[in-house]
């Protein structure tokens, strides 16, 4: 079956040590979107990408690095930049298009914890 | 600029219906998504609309006004099940918005 996976389930870090979230697709979708939600808030958006070698900051890219070498791979980093990084992480991918349906489908996400 | 709002909270009856109001405002806008997210998981999308008017599957439909930039959920028949978290998601060219979302409440 198709679809998205996040790895690991749940991640514990220390304080200044960077930590990477993974996040592999089987979809063959082009975008893909890392988004951050924490306790009985929405979802707000980190980073994005469009195609392969190419990506975009969204509104809170601060303290967060991406890499998107592979079209089924986007591979999150939290570094330690990001002094608030205790959340629940998502990953999402979509068909990009302009005027069309593009339902993003996402990842069961990754819940990052403070030591 | 920029905007998004739906209520923060709905509580429904059990077998009842509900619609879950949201009103945007954001350039490049394409179309009006809606998920839903239960506790402790991942969203999950319900419907898009990209013209101007309703979308029916099966107990849920949405319905877009781009002239009013409003669109909203309906959900009929409400089951225990449907208590979750709405969100209202407006589509750019290039990435979709996610607001805070709607707490749905059910209750028996």
């Known amino acids: 079956d198709g679809g998205i996976t996040q790895s690991p389930k749940y991640l514990f870090r220390k304080e200044g040590q960077n930590v990477t979230l993974s996040c592999e697709q089987n979809?063959?979708?082009?975008?893909m979107y890392w988004y951050r939600q924490d306790p009985g808030q929405g979802l707000r958006l980190i980073y994005y990408s469009q195609i392969v070698n190419d990506f975009q900051k969204g509104d809170i890219a601060e303290g967060y690095s991406v890499s998107r070498e592979k079209k089924e791979s986007f591979p999150l980093t939290v570094t330690s930049a990001q002094k608030n990084p205790t959340a629940f992480y998502l990953c999402?991918?979509?068909?990009?298009?302009?005027?069309?349906?593009?339902?993003?489908?996402f990842g069961d996400g990754t819940r990052l914890s403070i030591l | 600029g920029q905007s998004l709002e739906q209520p923060s909270e709905v509580t429904a009856v059990e077998g009842a219906i509900v619609q879950i109001n949201c009103t945007y405002q954001?350039?490049?806008?394409?179309?009006l998504s809606w998920y839903q997210q239960h506790d402790g998981g991942a969203p999950t999308f319900l419907s898009y609309?990209?013209?101007?008017g309703l979308e029916e599957t099966g107990r849920f439909s949405s319905f877009l006004s781009r002239s009013d930039s409003y669109g909203y959920l309906l959900l009929q028949e409400l089951q225990m099940k449907d208590s979750a978290s709405y969100f209202c998601?407006?589509?750019?060219?290039?990435?979709?918005?996610f607001g805070k979302g709607t707490r749905l409440h059910i209750l028996p």
């Open positions: 998601a407006p589509n750019r060219d290039d990435k979709i918005i």
């Open positions: 999402a991918s979509s068909i990009p298009g302009q005027g069309a349906r593009q339902p993003q489908h």
């Open positions: 979809l063959n979708h082009d975008a």
């Open positions: 954001t350039s490049g806008f394409y179309g």
């Open positions: 609309n990209g013209l101007d």
